[in-house]
C-alpha cells in the first residue's frame, strides 16, 4: 500500500505531566486558599490531608502523587515524623512552616525536602503557585550532568530528580556532547569547569562545541567548579554557560538557580511563539512561514508543491453562528492541517481564512492525491457548537515547481485557488511546471 504523502508523523508539543499534589496543613481556611489557588491557576489536582494519619490514607488509596505541600505541626505528629513518613512514602517535599528553625532545618538536609517556606510571608501563596507549576512542568524536561567525579555526579543527579527532571550523566566532554547530539529533550546542562581536557574537550570545549547547534535560548549550561579562580568563572560565562555555581552551594541556591534558568528558557519559548505563531490556531503565522519557506528553497533545489487553503464561505458562519463559532472552526481546519503535514512542511496561517502548505519532495501526482485527501478530511470534521454542529468545506490551489522562486510559487498557488472557488468551491485545483534548469 502506497503511503499517504500528507500522512500524520508530526512529533506533538509534549503535554504536562499527570500527577497530583498532597497538602498536608491542619489550617483549613489556609489549606482550602491554597488548594484553590492550584487548581484554579495551574489545572492540578490537589488533595487535602488535615492530619498525617489522613495524609497516610490517602497514600494508601493512590500513589499518584508528585509533591507533598507538609506544615511541620499537626494533631497526630511532629516534624521529624512527618518528614520521615513521607521520606519512606518516596515523595519530595516542600515544608510550608510558621516558624522559622535552623536546628530543624539542619537536621533535616537529608530528607527529599525542596524548599522552605515560612507561611506568614508576604506573597507565599504566590511563591507556592510558582513553585509547584516550576516542579510540575520539570517533568517534561531532560537534564544532564557532566562530571567527572562520579560523587558529584551523582549528587547533582539526585538534586535534578528530586526537583523532577528525567536525568542523564556523562563522565566526561565527549560523552555529553553526543548524548546531547542524539537526545533533543534535554534542555539543561550542570557542566564541571574542570574537565579533564583531552584537546578540545574539557569543560569549554563542550560550551564551544555545544553553542553550534544549541542556543543559549534553547539549551542552559551551567557551570560548576570548587576552584576559586574569578578568571576562569568569567571565561566559562564568555563562551557560552548560562550561569555559574561555585561548589560547594547549597541546596536552596542550586534549586534557585536552576529553575531561574529554566524559567528564562520557558520565557524566550513564549516570545519566540509571540513572534511566529498565530494566537488563534497555533501554526506559524505569515512572516515566519515566508522566512521558513526562503529557506527551505535555498537549501533544497527539487520540487516543491505550494499549496493555498481557503474556508468556504466563512463570512457565512461569522455571520450565522457568532464569531466565536468562526474561530473553532479555524482552530479545528489548522488541526487538521498541521496534522497532515509532514515533519518537513511548512504550514502556516496566511490571514483570515486562508491557509498555507509548503510541501517538499511530493511529485505533482503525489501532491494532487494528498492535497485531495486534506479536503476530504475537512469536509468530513463535524465542530460542536453550542446548539449546532458545524460543517465545513476548503477550497485549494496546488502549484508544483522546481525554480526556487517563493513568489512565484504563492502567486500561483493563489491564482489556482481562485480557480477553484470560481469553479464551485470545494475542490482542489493544481497545476503542475517542470522544473526550471
Given amino acids: 500500500m502506497t503511503p499517504d504523502p500528507l500522512a500524520i508523523r508530526f512529533q506533538p508539543t ?4 499527570d500527577g497530583r499534589v498532597l497538602l498536608i496543613e491542619n489550617s483549613r481556611s489556609y489549606a482550602a486558599l491554597l488548594a484553590a489557588e492550584l487548581r484554579e491557576q495551574l489545572g492540578i489536582g490537589v488533595v487535602i490531608a488535615a492530619s498525617l494519619r489522613e495524609a497516610q490514607q490517602r497514600l494508601a488509596e493512590d500513589d499518584d502523587y508528585f ?25 519530595p517535599m516542600v515544608v510550608a512552616t510558621g516558624v522559622y528553625d535552623e536546628a530543624i532545618r539542619s537536621s533535616m538536609a537529608d530528607l527529599p525536602i525542596i524548599d522552605y517556606v515560612l507561611k506568614e510571608a508576604p506573597g507565599t501563596i504566590d511563591y507556592l503557585v510558582w513553585l ?15 562530571d567527572h567525579s562520579l560523587s558529584a555526579r551523582a549528587r547533582i543527579a539526585a538534586q535534578l530528580k528530586l526537583y523532577g527532571f528525567r536525568v542523564l550523566q556523562a563522565d566526561d566532554a565527549a560523552s555529553g556532547l553526543l548524548a546531547l547530539e542524539e537526545d533533543p529533550a534535554i534542555r539543561l546542562v550542570i557542566l564541571d569547569q574542570d574537565l579533564e581536557a583531552e584537546g578540545d574537550a574539557g569543560g569549554i ?36 554557560a548560562n ?164 513568489h512565484a510559487l504563492v502567486t500561483e498557488a493563489d491564482r489556482l485557488l481562485y480557480l477553484a472557488k470560481a469553479r464551485g468551491r470545494d475542490r482542489v485545483v493544481c497545476e503542475s511546471q517542470e522544473a526550471v534548469a
Avoid: W
Fill in 205 to 240: 570545549g563542550f560550551i564551544r562545541q555545544a553553542r553550534r547547534t544549541h542556543p543559549r535560548g534553547t539549551l542552559s549550561i551551567i557551570g560548576t567548579s570548587s576552584s576559586a579562580d574569578p578568571s576562569s568563572v568569567a571565561r566559562f560565562l564568555k563562551n557560552g
Fill in 67 to 91: 509533591l507533598a505541600l507538609t506544615g511541620l505541626v499537626l494533631p497526630d505528629a511532629g516534624a521529624e515524623l512527618i518528614t520521615d513518613t513521607l521520606a519512606r512514602a518516596g515523595i
Fill in 243 to 406: 550561569d555559574f555555581l561555585e561548589k560547594p552551594f547549597s541546596r536552596e541556591e542550586f534549586f534557585c538557580r536552576i529553575s531561574q534558568n529554566i524559567d528564562n528558557l520557558e520565557l524566550i519559548g513564549t516570545l519566540q511563539d509571540l513572534a511566529t505563531k498565530d494566537y488563534l490556531t497555533g501554526l506559524p503565522n505569515r512572516r515566519h512561514f515566508l522566512d521558513r519557506a526562503e529557506r527551505m528553497l535555498r537549501e533544497d533545489k527539487g520540487a516543491v508543491a505550494m499549496a493555498m487553503l481557503d474556508v468556504d464561505h466563512f463570512k457565512h458562519v461569522n455571520d450565522t453562528h457568532g464569531h466565536e463559532a468562526g474561530d473553532e472552526a479555524l482552530r479545528a481546519v489548522a488541526a487538521t492541517i498541521a496534522a497532515h503535514a509532514r515533519p518537513n512542511d511548512v504550514a502556516a496561517r496566511f490571514g483570515g481564512e486562508e491557509f498555507c502548505l509548503l510541501a517538499p519532495g511530493l511529485s505533482a501526482e503525489e501532491a494532487e492525491t494528498g492535497f485531495e485527501r486534506l479536503r476530504q478530511a475537512i469536509a468530513a470534521l463535524r465542530i460542536p457548537l453550542r446548539n449546532h454542529t458545524l460543517q465545513l468545506t476548503i477550497s485549494i490551489g496546488v502549484c508544483h515547481r522546481g525554480d526556487g522562486d517563493l
Fill in 132 to 146: 509547584v507549576r516550576r516542579l510540575h512542568r520539570n517533568r517534561t524536561i531532560t537534564a544532564m550532568v557532566v
Fill in 14 to 17: 509534549i503535554a504536562p505531566a
